[in-house]
């Protein structure tokens, strides 16, 4: 094991790392060979090879481990790594901070978001987190599942993390605070929902119906597939899949055989501007509680602190919680 010198190691790498050097790292990390780095780069082998040499020198041992299959990081290549991409990405937030305040704003906010958060909610978070003086916010949403969206919080790609909190998420770096819990509502057309609300729940005959789901593999889709599990019947098979709630109402609704299981806000808000039906069954499950997801080291900008700030706000307002 290598052992540094940590005051040594700080004075190297303030005095000598530049920006240039993550990116060579990351590039080399992508293309896992020095030519291909060069062609990408307009330079010459030597002259990646010397890059690399001197990083390497500054952090006083190898970051790659060379091989005919190409190169790959060590230990502390993926350590190091990991903070270059993060710095790679806060000097694109700083541009975009600064185009930002060049257009009149306060600050701009990137915000991920599983699928099934309600847009209503967050339009109103949007709206409220209001910087001091007449400043303005501009935020971009970016949708994915958790695994993902944690990943960008992590790298720096991503502020905040509006998700699921569930033991199946890897929480590493980052911390969480729950904001709220949603139940389970089947949404149906009018007619199928009327049909289906005169008799009792029966999962054998919901099974024969055509179901839209959510992606396999996310909390929402595992607990459909074990409530029917539960009942002794195989998880149906989507004719659909879908992270939009906006698809799935539009298909609920062009199909009167067709069936969902979402979130209660979000089927109230399909309610309203897809014209589905709410199916009056009661569930005796819940799904995982949605969070506030991010990273451990807290939130540095005033922007991100007022955000999650309204946030917590809206859900105690929105869902008593």
Not at 114 to 135: C, H, K, N, W, Y
Request: charged fraction near 20%; aromatic fraction near 6%.
């Amino acid at each position: 094991m290598v052992a540094f010198e940590s005051g040594e190691v700080i004075r190297r790498l303030s005095a000598r790392l530049k920006m240039r050097h993550l990116i060579l790292l990351l590039r080399i990390q992508q293309h896992g060979s020095l030519t291909r780095v060069a062609e990408h780069m307009a330079s010459s082998q030597p002259a990646i090879t010397n890059a690399l040499a001197e990083l390497e020198s500054m952090f006083g041992a190898p970051l790659f481990d060379r091989s005919v299959r190409g190169m790959t990081p060590t230990a502390l290549g993926t350590v190091v790594l990991a903070r270059a991409r993060a710095m790679v990405h806060d000097l694109g937030h700083l541009v975009r901070d600064m185009e930002t305040v060049a257009s009149g704003y306060a600050a701009h906010l990137h915000i991920g978001v599983t699928p099934f958060i309600s847009g209503q909610m967050l339009s109103a978070v949007v709206q409220r987190t209001r910087p001091e003086g007449d400043g303005r916010l501009t935020v971009t949403i970016h949708e994915g599942t958790s695994d993902q969206l944690l990943s960008q919080l992590r790298d720096h790609t991503l502020d905040i993390v509006i998700g699921r909190a569930s033991s199946t998420v890897d929480l590493g770096q980052v911390t969480f605070e729950v904001l709220y819990r949603q139940q389970p509502r089947l949404i149906a057309s009018r007619r199928l929902a009327a049909q289906l609300g005169r008799n009792r729940l029966d999962w054998r005959k919901l099974a024969d119906l055509d179901w839209v789901l959510g992606a396999p593999h996310t909390a929402m889709r595992e607990q459909v597939a074990d409530i029917f599990l539960g009942a002794g019947l195989a998880p149906p098979a989507p004719v659909v899949e879908s992270y939009s709630s906006k698809l799935i109402g539009e298909m609920i609704v062009a199909n009167e055989r067709a069936v969902s299981i979402v979130p209660a806000d979000i089927a109230e808000e399909l309610v309203r501007i897809a014209g589905v039906a709410i199916v009056p069954y009661s569930f005796d499950w819940t799904l995982p509680p949605i969070a506030m997801f991010t990273r451990a080291q807290g939130l540095h900008r005033p922007a991100d602190r007022l955000f999650a700030a309204s946030l917590r706000q809206i859900c105690q307002e929105t869902y008593g919680t």
